[in-house]
């Protein structure tokens, strides 16, 4: 495959995310129908999927200490800014916050049952009329923008294309035409000029996770493995990194990370254990960035299957999937140890349920990343869970399949009992 095909899906997947992705997407999709219609107003209508709705539904809104699917659409549409995507909520003020709860009698958010995949529509009703938007497939893919029934903008799509069928996601559809050889000899031998940029991502998530450790946030997790972890411990500090990070996103710190598969948490899980260890073991920026390419590619892989949202935790699998073979390959594994790498993964933690973005996700996270570095050291010393075992398919590229097939199709009705419960459990 054409290098340059990867190296844009890789900058088409990293995106800036300010907190949470869901409820930013809900944001995003009121501030753009309200700018188009302005005025007073009257009430808003949301209609979401149910994955979407699930993540959204008890995760901090950031800057605030605000929660859930309401609270972001109002923030959306006072204060957003649809021109910062999914950092449409960066200018809060307190003032905004006082409004948003003084009108919680005048949004309504509903889940579209027939809506598979990412979706988002917007209904606000002004005294200048109605502006109405979709967002589709992607957290920060505006596909209609209606002001008073008059369509502005559209894009087209054609639903029968397979569960990713949007233009947007033709390109990383194609990562799941590559053998794991093709991608190993892209991460080996890609100019590391081209693919410097990755480093970024890592610049950004660390910021994250140092406020999240120096200030405890979250549940605190970060916080407490760091203080357990000596000098040279990368296993420790990996862990630490990620969870601090996770802790500050989820519990609304006003600092974006590098989203990829439309996931801050999927981003985070992706490159900070690399960091972790790159760091205590000096090696240099080249190397890191080739390790970053790699997971990336795995996590795309593996999310291309599982969609956008799904009942499995992707943090923790597909991402910490992406990241154990990353780990494998800084530790010096090569095609055989990084093959044998994901096969001990698909065949440990696939299946963790996904229960929304909430101070839960760190714990997941640390499980995922625990399981990455467990997985690689086993494959580093010929330990490996052989084929058509469990869900181990008689080839990689089958077993990475696999790992997303469990959640989509196969975990759709634990999808809507998840849900269930947690709206019980919310009242």
């Known amino acids: 495959m054409d290098e340059n095909i990867i190296i844009n899906i890789f900058k088409k997947e990293m995106i800036l995310g300010f907190g949470v992705t869901e409820p930013a997407s809900i944001a995003l999709s009121t501030a753009k129908a309200y700018e188009i219609i302005g005025g007073k107003i009257k009430n808003i209508k949301i209609l979401t999927d149910a994955g979407l709705f699930k993540n959204a539904f008890s995760c901090t809104i950031p800057g605030t200490k605000e929660v859930g699917n309401e609270m972001a659409a109002l923030l959306g549409a006072i204060s957003g800014d649809s021109s910062l995507g999914l950092q449409c909520l960066k200018k809060i003020k307190k003032e905004d916050i006082k409004e948003a709860k003084s009108m919680l009698d005048k949004i309504d958010v509903e889940i579209k049952s027939e809506a598979e995949n990412l979706y988002v529509e917007a209904i606000v009703n002004t005294n200048n009329g109605v502006g109405r938007t979709i967002i589709r497939y992607k957290h920060d893919n505006i596909i209609l923008v209606e002001k008073n029934n008059k369509v502005l903008y559209q894009k087209e799509y054609t639903p029968n294309k397979n569960i990713t069928f949007s ?55 970060g ?140 714990l997941k996270a640390n499980t995922g990343v625990k399981a990455a570095f467990l997985s690689a050291k086993m494959a580093l010393n010929n330990i490996v869970i052989p084929n058509k075992c469990g869900i181990v398919g008689d080839s990689i590229e089958t077993t990475m399949k696999n790992i997303g097939r469990i959640a989509y199709p196969g975990m759709i009705k634990t999808d809507k009992e998840i849900l269930n419960i947690m709206i019980e459990c919310s009242k």
């Open 223 to 362: 916080k407490l493995i760091l203080e357990g972890c000596d000098k040279n411990n990368y296993e420790l500090y990996a862990e630490a990194l990620t969870c601090g990070a996770i802790d500050a996103r989820v519990s609304g710190a006003a600092i974006p990370a590098m989203t990829v598969t439309g996931s801050g948490n999927h981003g985070i899980i992706t490159t900070l254990p690399l960091l972790a260890i790159k760091e205590k073991k000096n090696l240099n920026n080249e190397t890191l960035a080739r390790s970053i390419a790699l997971s990336y590619i795995i996590n795309i892989y593996i999310k291309e299957f599982s969609g956008k949202l799904s009942a499995f935790c992707g943090c923790a699998i597909a991402a910490g999937t992406g990241v154990s073979a990353g780990i494998c390959y800084l530790l010096g594994g090569e095609s055989k140890e990084i093959e044998n790498t994901i096969k001990n993964m698909a065949s440990n933690i696939t299946g963790i349920i996904c229960t929304g973005g909430n101070s839960a996700c760190s």
């Open 167 to 221: 233009e947007e996601n033709i390109d990383s559809k194609k990562i799941t035409e590559m053998k794991l050889e093709e991608i190993l000899q892209f991460v080996n031998t890609v100019n590391y000029k081209k693919i410097d940029f990755l480093l970024e991502s890592v610049k950004m998530n660390k910021k994250l996770s140092e406020k999240g450790l120096e200030e405890g946030l979250g549940i605190g997790l």
